[in-house]
């Protein structure tokens, strides 16, 4: 069996199954050349629908398997505890953890001088339109780096980060991020609902306003800050707006505290090695 042609999923719960159907339908990845080990029936049989081969227990992949990639997505609890019986790939295998909060210390604890890579995907990875903050230890070569990059790839955007410790300080940005948006997005709906629109029409303009302002944003030469002030007639009903948003302490300053809480709580989460 080629090393180079097999994947080892372990754990198909959202982000797993975002990554094998991203490897599948994005990537171009064989479904058979991926190896899920997932103990629930229920999300085994949604691998096996997508055409994965499929295990109960890590005991049951073939002795013959070398894979190139054993990528880590279950709870971060349960890592300590189940990493041992992957440990005879470690020799080969690049291993990819995106369970939050469990530093690269807690692997090699386990794997020793293994290429060992923390990336932590949000929540749009499941449309493949995710964001993927990643760091790799010292014994994750150049051609493993590159390889690691096209698996997540598949699900998003990749991020490479000069130090571990801004996975966290990332968490806090694109892994929480959404969530704020989608609470923005509920508040600009209560909003329109205040001044008047009826409900179904204030949740479709909420939710259309935010798609299509990211969706400018992200194509647009110009700056977030550039764009605020094209919208931003003198005087008009966005000034207005703006000078609410804008006063001291405004949204900048809640976003930023609620950045900060999170990025603690990330902090404190983290798992000692």
Not at 16 to 42: D, K
Not at 92 to 118: C, H, K, Q, W, Y
Request: proline share 5%; net charge negative; hydrophobic share 50%.
């Amino acid at each position: 069996m080629d090393q180079s042609d097999e994947i080892v999923l372990v754990g198909c719960g959202n982000m797993g199954f975002a990554l094998l159907e991203g490897w599948v339908g994005r990537a171009g990845i064989p479904a058979g050349r991926v190896h899920v080990v997932e103990p629930a029936e229920a999300l085994r049989s949604r691998a096996v629908a997508v055409g994965a081969i499929v295990y109960a227990d890590a005991a049951d992949l073939p002795q013959a398997l070398l894979p190139r990639a054993v990528i880590v997505a279950v709870k971060p609890q349960i890592v300590g505890t189940m990493l041992g019986a992957y440990r005879r790939f470690s020799g080969t295998a690049a291993f990819v953890s995106i369970a939050a909060g469990v530093p690269i210390s807690n692997f090699e604890a386990t794997l020793g001088d293994s290429a060992i890579v923390r990336a932590m995907p949000n929540m749009p990875a499941s449309i493949g339109l995710g964001v993927i903050a990643a760091f790799a230890n010292t014994h994750t070569g150049d051609v493993q780096l590159a390889y690691v990059t096209d698996l997540l790839a598949a699900v998003g955007n990749v991020h490479w980060l000069a130090e571990e410790r801004l996975v966290d300080a990332a968490t806090a940005i694109s892994g929480s991020g959404p969530a704020y948006l989608f609470h923005f997005i509920e508040c600009l709906t209560g909003a329109g609902i205040a001044v008047g629109l009826p409900a179904e029409t204030a949740h479709a303009l909420a939710k259309q306003t935010v798609s299509g302002a990211a969706a400018l944003a992200m194509t647009s030469a110009f700056s977030p800050a550039e764009l605020r002030q094209q919208v931003t007639s003198p005087n008009g009903t966005t000034a207005a707006a703006l000078e609410v948003l804008m006063a001291e302490p405004g949204l900048a300053d809640l976003v930023k505290r609620a950045a900060t809480a999170a990025h603690h709580r990330a902090l404190e989460l983290a798992m000692p090695a």
